[in-house]
């Protein structure tokens, strides 16, 4: 799998490093020609650029690539630019790295759809997730089992939660269905927040935009994700 990086700083780095490690292809990009001289040697490729130039970004591979994280921190302009000019040029699976709350409301109110906060191990959790397709965040309880969001399979729409038999067929149990915000002027200006349906009708069936939330072994979730 084949990932861009930018923004090389502590989580930046950490993050491109446990991709590279994991054997995928990593981009990394910064602005400071000092970085790139550390890392040079680390990833598959270093570049130089102001990504808050969108003719710069303009020449990155971004249809070539699994996800592309922005992993700026300090500066918010430059994090915010850099994703508006990655949301305006249709790139596949973006990334934003938000540093507070203020932060990450901004970039999910830009459409920024997922938005990690700087937590403990949040990089080595972020390249864990990557590997798993369509998962939107993933936490480990254990060295075996996890907790996964899930995008809806496309062969789940329209089919309700038990006929697709998810624990008998995939040892998968379902914990919450979460169901986006109904489509309008406004939800089209501003992102909002899905509502988890923790006790979700067993008469009311999978649509598009679900988001599941699933619990099970690590190797049972990448088979399900199809990964």
Same mark, same amino acid.
């Given at each position: 799998?084949?990932?861009?990086?930018?923004?090389?700083?502590? /989580?930046?780095?950490?993050?491109?490093?446990?991709?590279?490690?994991?054997?995928?292809?990593?981009? =990394?990009?910064?602005?400071? =020609?000092?970085?790139?001289?550390?890392?040079?040697?680390? /990833?598959?490729?270093?570049?130089?650029?102001?990504?808050?130039? &969108?003719?710069?970004?303009?020449?990155?591979?971004?249809?070539?690539?699994?996800?592309?994280?922005?992993?700026?921190?300090?500066?918010?302009?430059?994090?915010?630019?850099?994703?508006?000019?990655?949301?305006?040029?249709?790139?596949?699976?973006?990334? =934003?790295?938000?540093?507070?709350?203020?932060?990450?409301?901004?970039?999910?109110? &830009?459409?920024?759809?997922?938005?990690?906060?700087?937590?403990?191990?949040?990089?080595?959790?972020?390249?864990?997730?990557?590997?798993?397709?369509?998962?939107?965040?993933?936490?480990?309880?254990?060295?075996?089992?996890?907790?996964?969001?899930?995008?809806?399979?496309?062969? /789940?729409?329209?089919?309700?939660?038990?006929?697709?038999?998810?624990?008998?067929?995939?040892?998968?149990?379902?914990?919450?269905?979460?169901?986006?915000?109904?489509?309008?002027?406004?939800?089209?200006?501003?992102?909002?927040?899905?509502?988890?349906?923790?006790?979700?009708?067993?008469?009311?069936? /999978?649509?598009?935009?679900?988001?599941?939330?699933?619990? =099970?072994?690590?190797?049972?979730?990448?088979?399900?994700?199809?990964?």
């Amino acid at each position: 799998m084949k990932y861009i990086v930018i923004g090389l700083g502590e /989580f930046g780095s950490k993050c491109a490093s446990v991709l590279t490690k994991m054997g995928h292809e990593v981009v =990394g990009i910064d602005n400071s =020609g000092e970085l790139l001289e550390e890392f040079e040697e680390s /990833f598959t490729s270093v570049i130089r650029m102001d990504t808050t130039n &969108i003719n710069s970004v303009k020449t990155l591979p971004l249809d070539d690539v699994d996800a592309t994280i922005v992993a700026i921190g300090e500066d918010v302009g430059a994090s915010v630019l850099t994703l508006s000019i990655l949301k305006n040029l249709k790139a596949g699976r973006i990334i =934003g790295r938000a540093i507070n709350e203020t932060h990450h409301n901004i970039l999910t109110q &830009i459409g920024i759809e997922e938005v990690i906060l700087p937590l403990e191990d949040s990089a080595f959790h972020l390249a864990s997730m990557l590997q798993l397709k369509g998962v939107h965040r993933f936490t480990e309880l254990c060295h075996d089992y996890a907790i996964a969001e899930v995008k809806v399979p496309k062969d /789940f729409i329209g089919h309700l939660p038990a006929s697709v038999k998810l624990e008998e067929r995939m040892t998968i149990k379902l914990i919450a269905i979460k169901r986006p915000p109904e489509q309008n002027f406004m939800s089209s200006v501003f992102k909002r927040d899905y509502r988890t349906d923790l006790f979700f009708s067993p008469d009311t069936p /999978f649509a598009e935009g679900d988001i599941l939330v699933i619990a =099970g072994k690590v190797s049972d979730i990448k088979r399900f994700s199809g990964s």
